[in-house]
């Protein structure tokens, strides 16, 4: 039978507490004495997801300093002296996690749009160059402010310019950034580029702060010559490394044979261009760039044999479904990298290649990837590349999932329509991925503090 969710009007607060609004829709029940008890915040919703296999209807959640201390049915009962803000309509779920962005980008939206691939590659590289810094630092703003909005805590990011890091940590959230380096020719010297990024790499761990992790990007293999490759991982152990790979038969055929559009192009500019005779994959293994806890983007091209190196090397993989039919160039083998062993999350990429940016319609798109491969996944495994599982192949155990002890980052998600089944968890899933997108989210809390909420007020001040 399925199940509609509930008016806002079926929602009463204890006649023992006064009512007012604050985010759309949302009762805010406070004791008479208006004390916040600590800091502590309880959150209620018609659905409580605690993890892709765990969804509590009527549910609530508690948090304090920072973290869920209770989650389940009825908890304000426990706590009688802390505000519950009440989300009639909505389901409560834990904070998304962005495995692949380019928040300095945003600002660039839609730039070259319809191009072939490498010819896109080369529009994109045209409109950076000669932007300043002060253009990267708003792009970066604007993108980190949108991603909240939809419901992302936690982000992964490839910085071209090196500030992306600051914008993620004045936002609230939290985040792995990507430095990344582009050493093109196999002839050059790349000392400096090297002692760039190492300098660099200093003074973004510096100016991050405890929830911003900083690592390296080599961009992508037809961006990475073997010689400055071989100095990256000498020079730089330890260091969190995440790269595109596998991403378009132009790559594959650019390291395999030397050949195709990315190689002529770079052949018009007097670069020498190589044949590896390999994949990308096994070219970036030949170099040893894979440790565990790598991340490899795409992976639209990666063969069975691909994914099997990486999962031996403890390689984690970030899939960006609608980058890569937007961009036509292929359909990312989730079901096989998940059956391979390899941790997988979902990214949005780029404004420039995706430009509504909404992790819900990345979730849909890699469902129906997977059927078109005939190899499908379900709702529940996105759902988890979303939250939990996309947490851990960056590296974090304790987000992506609302339990006891976990960082307090959650988001209120407004679904009109109802709800399968029997209101099992994984219909309440389903209806998430299939009914989910940024503009439905009505409230995000990252270290159980409100940052953002969908009636126009501002907790942040980005207004102004």
């Known amino acids: 039978m399925a199940r509609r969710f509930r008016s806002r009007s079926s929602c009463r607060p204890a006649s023992s507490q006064r009512r007012r609004w604050s985010a759309r829709g949302a009762e805010v029940s406070m004791p008479a004495t208006d004390r916040r008890a600590g800091g502590a915040v309880i959150v209620r919703g018609d659905w409580l997801v605690q993890s892709p296999r765990c969804v509590i209807p009527e549910g609530e959640v508690r948090f304090q300093d920072g973290r869920v201390t209770d989650a389940g049915r009825e908890v304000a009962r426990a706590f009688p002296g802390d505000p519950v803000l009440s989300f009639p309509g909505c389901v409560i ?13 945003t600002l660039l939206r839609g730039t070259g749009r319809g191009l072939p691939f490498a010819r896109w590659l080369e529009k994109v590289a045209r409109e950076v160059l000669g932007r300043d810094r002060e253009f990267f630092e708003q792009s970066a703003r604007m993108g980190v402010r949108e991603q909240i909005r939809g419901g ?9 310019a090196g500030v992306s890091h600051t914008a993620i940590r004045d ?30 790499l200093e003074r973004m761990t510096q100016e991050s702060g405890a929830d911003v992790r900083i690592g390296l990007s080599c961009h992508a293999p037809y961006n990475a010559c073997s010689p400055a490759l071989d100095a990256v991982v000498s020079r730089f152990k330890g260091v969190p490394r995440s790269i595109h790979v596998a991403e378009s038969p132009e790559e594959s055929a650019f390291i395999r044979s030397g050949e195709g559009a990315l190689a002529g192009q770079r052949r018009e500019r007097g670069i020498a261009v190589q044949a590896h005779r390999m994949s990308p994959v096994e070219y970036l293994d030949n170099r040893s760039y894979w440790h565990p806890g790598s991340q490899a983007v795409h992976l639209t091209q990666a063969s069975q044999g691909d994914l099997a190196v990486l999962a031996a090397r403890g390689v984690c993989a970030a899939f960006c479904p609608v980058s890569n039919a937007v961009l036509g160039v292929g359909i990312p083998p989730v079901r096989a990298a998940r059956d ?39 709702e529940q495994e996105v759902f988890a590349m979303a939250t939990s599982e996309g947490a851990a192949s960056l590296g974090w155990r304790d987000r992506g999932m609302l339990e006891p002890g976990s960082r307090a980052d959650a988001v209120a998600l407004r679904l009109t329509g109802t709800v399968p089944g029997e209101g099992q968890p994984e219909d309440i899933i389903s209806a998430i991925v299939w009914q989910g997108s940024a503009c439905q989210v009505e409230a995000v809390w990252s270290a159980g503090r409100m940052i953002w909420n969908a009636n126009g007020e501002d907790p942040q001040g980005w207004n102004g």
């Open 152 to 160: 992302v805590t936690t982000l992964a990011d490839h910085s071209a």
């Open 171 to 200: 936002a609230g959230v939290s985040g792995v950034v990507y430095r990344e380096v582009f050493c093109l020719d196999p002839e050059a010297d790349h000392t400096p580029a090297l002692d760039f990024l190492a300098s660099e």
């Open 340 to 378: 391979a062993g390899l941790l997988c999350g979902l990214g949005t990429d780029s404004a420039i290649s995706s430009e509504r940016q909404d992790l819900f319609e990345e979730m849909r798109m890699a469902v129906m990837g997977s059927r078109l491969r005939s190899a499908p996944v379900t």
């Open 93 to 105: 779920l834990p904070g998304l996690i962005n495995a692949h962005t380019h928040l300095e980008l």
